[in-house]
């Protein structure tokens, strides 16, 4: 099924800790984001990507690090976790070209760091 | 001052009622949706708008691209209607990685 596929959907962590958040879509999309939400917030951008083997940071990139070497996959990855980046993380992704403005997201991810 | 402005912010409505949620932005834009999250659930899109007029059952969504505006109507609501509505507009070559969300508007339908 076409969509956005994110794993895993609940994680806790140990401070200190590192894990990856797995982003994965199957529409040849070109933009892809990831997203922290934290309670009761609007969507923070982390990072974003505008294809394959090029990555931006967003509003709040630190702690976080990515990476796009294919066009599916978009991982996020935590190190040194802090219980600072509790939260529930979304990725998205965007087309172009002949699926122009699509967007889809990824059903979240919610992550705990105690 | 926010390139994706919403309002209300908050609405409280009884079942029945009509709806509406309105987004203003002040950029050029390729594409608007209308996304829906439930209360700690995932985001859908309802509607991708650049131009005219979409409906989906009791959901209209219009957009005027001369006055950089768009409305979420929702006819008929019920208490499973309440959410938080989201205007996102997708800019091409912008900031933000080209998508910008507006600050959503609570929606809570009571019986």
């Known amino acids: ?114 | 001052k926010n390139e994706v402005e919403q309002s209300p912010q908050n609405l409280t409505a009884q079942e029945g009622e009509f709806i509406t949620i309105n987004c203003s932005y002040s950029v050029g834009i390729s594409a608007l949706h209308w996304l829906q999250q439930h209360p700690g659930g995932g985001i859908v899109s309802l509607f991708m708008l650049s131009s005219g007029k979409k409906k989906h059952g009791r959901l209209i969504a219009t957009i005027n691209i001369q006055e950089k505006h768009s409305s979420l109507h929702i006819t008929a609501s019920h208490p499973r209607d309440s959410a938080v509505y989201i205007c996102a507009v997708l800019n091409y070559g912008g900031s933000q990685g080209n998508l910008i969300f507006g600050k959503g508007t609570k929606l809570s339908v009571k019986p």
């Not at chain 1, 806790?12 to 984001?33: A, E, R, V």
């Not at chain 1, 009761?40 to 509003?59: F, H, N, P, Q, R």
Request: with cysteine; charged share 15%; net charge neutral.
């Open chain 1, 1 to 114: 099924n076409a969509g956005v596929t994110q794993t895993p959907k609940f994680r806790i962590l140990k401070i200190g800790q590192s894990m990856t958040l797995q982003c994965t879509q199957d529409m040849n999309h070109n933009y892809m984001y990831w997203y922290r939400q934290d309670p009761g917030m609007g969507l923070k951008l982390i990072y974003y990507s505008v294809g394959a083997g090029i990555t931006d940071k967003g509003e709040v990139p630190n702690g976080y690090n990515v990476s796009r070497s294919t066009t599916e996959d978009f991982p996020l990855r935590l190190e040194l976790a802090a219980p600072s980046q509790t939260s529930v993380y979304f990725c998205a992704s965007v087309g172009k070209s002949l699926n122009t403005g699509e967007l889809f997201f990824g059903e979240g991810s919610r992550l705990t760091v105690l």
